[in-house]
């Protein structure tokens, strides 16, 4: 097959066997059109006659895949999207999960659009993520990137917390809550939706920051600029121990006094769809709304 693509990476999902039984049909699909294909090595044991050397870590499948295909929900996706970033890799996803907001394609019928898609009838997009930084005393204690949101919370459920909030050193507002949500554009239809935030379609160069459970009625999401650089500064007054956390998967613990730092990466997710997605036709399907009328 004449295709922009010539080495494709498999990633699934750990101990699911609806997974890895798509993960099988993928690999065997691929080597039947002539790709050379590496799979990552956690689920790649799952699968039967694929050599040694084709079991690759995440980071190794990100430098040498011109295209990486997840099996999974959207949880996968956000794990090996937030690595696979760094290598300007495309990415595409079966669904397995729930919700599937970044996974496109069905499990059952998978091969014709992905047919498609490898012989380069694709619509890309390019999503950006979060850089999320620690500080202490003015000096960088941890780091870590998100597709979707920065939360900053307490350790324990529903415990109310104390911090400032600014935006480019402009002081916004400072804030009693159960914590806020930083969202890019692709989360603002995960937890951001949950909390209340609004939808921000993936084009907007954009961020909200959505307060969880705040001490006031008159706290409101509060969309801005993604060039902005957003800085909480947490109070001494907070008596427990903080998190923020990235896309619920990667935790960064918080001290009072600790400042964190939230602003856009310079790598960007390539992430591609087929050619009759439908971002509003996702919308309408995943969050049940009406359909036409006339």
């Known amino acids: 097959m004449d295709s922009p693509f010539k080495t494709i990476g498999l990633i699934g999902k750990p101990n699911h066997s609806g997974a890895a039984n798509t993960l099988q049909r993928l690999h065997t699909f691929l080597l039947a059109l002539g790709f050379k294909v590496l799979v990552e090595q956690r689920t790649g044991h799952q699968l039967q006659d694929v050599p040694a050397a084709h079991l690759v ?16 929900g959207d949880g996968n996706m956000l794990g090996a999207a937030r690595v696979l970033a ?30 498609q898609v490898l012989s380069g009838h694709y619509i890309e997009e390019k999503r950006f993520l979060l850089e999320v930084e620690v500080y202490r005393h003015a000096e960088l204690k941890s780091a870590n990137s998100a ?12 415990h109310m917390i104390e911090f400032e909030a600014f935006i480019n050193n402009d002081f916004v507002f400072s804030q009693r809550s159960d914590g806020l949500i930083v969202s890019t554009p692709t989360g603002s239809t995960a937890y951001s939706l949950s909390g209340g935030g609004p939808i921000l379609t993936p084009e907007l160069n954009a961020i909200s920051l959505v307060p969880m459970f705040p001490h006031t009625l008159s706290s409101r999401p509060l969309v801005v600029d993604a060039d902005n650089e957003v800085r909480l500064k947490l109070s001494l007054e907070n008596t ?55």
């Open 57 to 72: 870590k995440l980071v190794d499948l990100g430098k040498h895949a011109d295209l990486a295909i997840v099996v999974g």
């Open 86 to 115: 760094r290598f300007d890799v495309a990415v595409i996803g079966v669904n397995r999960g729930n919700l599937g907001f970044l996974a496109d394609l069905s499990p059952e019928g998978f091969e014709a659009s992905l047919e």
């Open 147 to 158: 597709v979707n949101e920065a939360v900053l919370h307490a350790d324990k459920v529903a």
């Open 240 to 294: 427990d121990s903080l998190q923020v956390s990235c896309d619920s998967h990667v935790v960064l613990a918080v001290l009072p006094g600790d400042e964190v730092v939230i602003k856009k990466a310079d790598k960007k997710l390539r992430l591609i769809h087929p050619q009759d997605y439908s971002y509003y036709d996702v919308l309408r399907k995943k969050l049940n709304w009406g359909s036409r009328l006339f």
